[in-house]
């Protein structure tokens, strides 16, 4: 064993995890894509509420809703859940 | 427990910043996830969260990134409680050395079924015992799913898990379900309640009515798991309704012990029309799929039958304010 290891009193206590996973995009997960109508929409915010990735986000200053593609996986929990079935989950290349 | 009851509006909830952040690598359609970001929204000032080990730990925490935007501590499998029970006794003393000026300081551990029904019972029995003042949130999704969909003592009987395959031999997991709710209200603990996320208003208040209490709460939260039930990603939320409307997983809470219905259940004891049959929430699942074959519809019967019996017996004692 060579000199230069640390000894117990000199490493850190516990493991630290240092980068915000804000860092780590999901998006490349999906399938499909949630496509929100924007006539049907009544901004009654289930799905901000039941979305696992926090990926729709709801701007309170504007009064408007906001999909973050670089987070969904594509689950559909949302397009599901709608009330008034404003989201639907389609092909991003039907979406053309 | 302040006898103000905590007011809030939807667009209240939705804009308060995510402390669970976004970039978890938790399974598309997970309903666990959900839960804790919707238990992160009842805080109300510093909190410090601790988790035993589970699919909810292992998520937010791969090296080098993490989910928490709080202070977060993970030491092993069976002792999220042991560790809430230490960062509460570390609060008191340093309020009495005068370095915390905080009003209050809440912790809150969580744990998925396995870390709280079998391997953290004993440290969760303990810290309650003991009285120190936190709240322990059970995300329950009925089996060890993180190491390969391995049954625990809260998957319920009939579901086909990897150590309970069904086959020719056995149809599923034979055992019940472990009452863990009735476990803890043996404790004479001041505050526990179940809760589901597709009623989440239902929810973020138990919550927060948690975090209230001086001493030891408990909040069971039923969590659908898409990969080890074998279900649809989008049907999570669908699922953790069904559960509620077929009585699978009535949602109440006792305070001092004294039991009452939340609105979706009091809503089916009131008209009881209204109960699905536990047919409406097994279909579609891939671990009850064995069930619909003739030689196992008795086992559907058995379920039916359980669940009504449990149903009754929950009924009367919100009647007579018995736990």
């Not at chain 1, 973050?68 to 689950?75: A, I, Q």
């Not at chain 2, 219905?261 to 049959?277: E, F, H, Y």
């Amino acid at each position: 064993m060579s000199n230069k290891e640390k000894t117990w009193k000199e490493i850190s206590i516990a493991g630290v995890p240092p980068k915000s996973s804000i860092g780590f995009l999901t998006g490349d997960w999906k399938t499909y894509m949630p496509i929100r109508d924007l006539e049907k929409c009544t901004i009654c915010l289930t799905c901000v509420m039941l979305c696992p990735e926090g990926a729709i986000a709801f701007l309170p200053e504007k009064n408007k809703i906001q999909i973050d593609l670089g987070f969904c996986k594509g689950c559909g929990i949302c397009a599901n859940e709608c009330p008034t079935k404003a989201i639907t989950m389609k092909m991003p290349e039907e979406e053309e | 427990m302040t006898t103000q009851e905590w007011k809030f509006t939807a667009k209240d909830i939705a804009a308060k910043p995510d402390l669970f952040l976004s970039g978890h690598r938790a399974c598309a359609g997970c309903a666990p996830v959900s839960v804790l970001r919707l238990v992160m929204k009842a805080t109300r000032g510093p909190t410090i969260v601790t988790q035993a080990t589970g699919c909810m730990e292992i998520v937010g925490s791969i090296y080098p990134y993490t989910s928490w935007a709080l202070p977060w501590l993970h030491t092993a499998f069976e002792n999220a409680a042991a560790n809430a029970s230490g960062i509460d006794a570390a609060i008191k003393i340093m309020r009495k050395k005068g370095k915390i000026k905080d009003e209050y300081v809440d912790v809150i551990a969580i744990a998925g079924d396995g870390g709280t029904l079998d391997i953290g019972l004993q440290a969760l029995s303990g810290a309650v015992e003991r009285g120190h003042d936190f709240l322990f949130v059970l995300y329950d999704n009925e089996g060890y799913m993180n190491t390969g969909i391995q049954r625990s003592s809260s998957t319920p009987i009939g579901a086909s898990t990897t150590t309970s395959p069904a086959g020719s031999v056995i149809p599923g997991k034979l055992e019940k379900k472990k009452p863990i709710t009735e476990i803890m209200l043996a404790h004479e603990m001041e505050y526990v309640a179940t809760a589901t996320p597709y009623y989440w208003k239902d929810l973020i208040t138990k919550v927060r009515k948690g975090l209230e209490v001086e001493g030891p709460a408990f909040l069971h939260v039923f969590a659908p798991c898409p990969r080890g039930w074998r279900s649809d990603p989008a049907k999570s939320m669908e699922y953790s309704k069904l559960s509620v409307e077929t009585c699978v997983f009535p949602i109440w809470e006792a305070v001092n012990g004294k039991r009452q219905l939340s609105t979706p259940s009091k809503v089916i004891s009131l008209a009881p029309q209204k109960k699905k049959p536990v047919k409406a929430y097994l279909e579609g699942q891939g671990r009850f799929r064995h069930l619909f074959t003739p030689q196992n519809a008795h086992i559907i019967e058995e379920i039916q039958r359980s669940t009504d019996e449990r149903w009754e017996k929950l009924l009367q004692k919100c009647a007579s304010g018995a736990t």
